[in-house]
């Protein structure tokens, strides 16, 4: 498993820009999908982007054009730039983490899905 410690959230003005950061700890050598989500209250937490473990990246309609998903070269940040975000981006981010029962060359890798707490991003309007 991994632990995930999301940063960088706050409060914007409209068409300002944000950057949140994901650290993981521990087996990051087998994270096959790692994303950001987020949620509003009342609302299910809805997928925002994800970065496969060969780089492949899938934005929501809604971000697309706006926000980019990227990830250090060790492998153990992952980070979300959003852009001329509007008050519609306002949510609690978090980052998630998935593996699968796998090989990773000789490293064995175990299933799991991991979330961070989360972090609170602010748009004024």
């Known amino acids: 498993q991994v632990h995930l410690l999301e940063s960088g959230g706050g409060l914007v003005q409209a068409g300002g820009s944000l950057r949140l950061s994901c650290k993981a700890t521990?087996?990051?050598?087998?994270?096959?999908?790692w994303g950001w989500y987020r949620q509003t209250p009342g609302e299910e937490r809805e997928l925002v982007a994800f970065?496969?473990?060969?780089?492949?990246?899938n934005y929501s309609d809604s971000v697309k054009g706006r926000f980019t998903i990227s990830r250090n070269n060790d492998g153990n940040t992952l980070y979300l730039q959003m852009d001329r975000l509007n008050p519609e981006d306002a949510a609690v981010y978090h980052c998630?983490?998935?593996?699968?029962?796998?090989?990773?060359?000789?490293?064995?890798?175990?299933?799991?899905?991991?979330w961070g707490q989360g972090t609170q991003v602010t748009v004024s309007s």
């Open positions: 998630n983490a998935e593996s699968t029962d796998s090989y990773r060359g000789i490293h064995r890798c175990y299933k799991y899905d991991d």
């Open positions: 521990g087996d990051i050598l087998c994270i096959r999908n």
């Open positions: 970065i496969t473990m060969g780089g492949r990246t």
